[in-house]
């Protein structure tokens, strides 16, 4: 048997998880392995720490399971949050940010985040929170 402490770990684990992200069937697989190892008495925390993600998600994972079987660990949801923006609009947004808000013919020195607030509703009707609009100040182009 060969010695697996003699494998690269950080390159071995960035590209399993890169397969990872295969598709969905892939994670379904990931679920599944999770799940199978804590049925066999390793911890929530181990399989996370072994398989690089959160606690949580293994016991979410787990819980599934054992609630409506093996058909709960298939991947059906979106993964994070809609945007509200499009990267296109983002893109605009930069380009804009980059010049003082008189260029966009507002009355104004400088960006700030309500004036961002307000730009971006007027500019493409999207509602922002003045913190959304105070992050898209700082992020960076």
């Not at 003699?6 to 969905?24: I, V």
């Not at 008495?41 to 949580?56: H, K, N, P, Q, T």
């Not at 949050?81 to 947004?93: F, M, V, Y």
């Not at 999207?126 to 700082?138: E, F, P």
Request: aromatic share 6%; net charge positive.
């Amino acid at each position: 048997m060969p010695d697996t402490a003699a494998l690269p770990d950080a390159p071995l684990r960035a590209a399993l998880r890169a397969c990872l992200r295969g598709g969905d069937d892939l994670r379904f697989l990931h679920h599944v392995q999770a799940v199978l190892l804590v049925s066999q008495g390793l911890s929530c925390a181990r399989v996370a720490r072994c398989f690089g993600c959160s606690r949580r998600s293994v016991e979410r994972w787990v819980r599934c399971y054992r609630l409506e079987g093996c058909e709960s660990l298939h991947v059906t949801h979106g993964r994070g949050r809609p945007a509200r923006l499009t990267r296109s609009q983002l893109l605009q947004l930069r380009a804009e940010f980059a010049l003082p808000p008189s260029s966009q013919g507002l009355a104004y020195d400088h960006w700030c985040g309500k004036l961002v607030r307000a730009h971006v509703e007027r500019r493409f009707g999207v509602h922002i929170s003045l913190r959304q609009s105070q992050r898209l100040l700082r992020r960076p182009g």
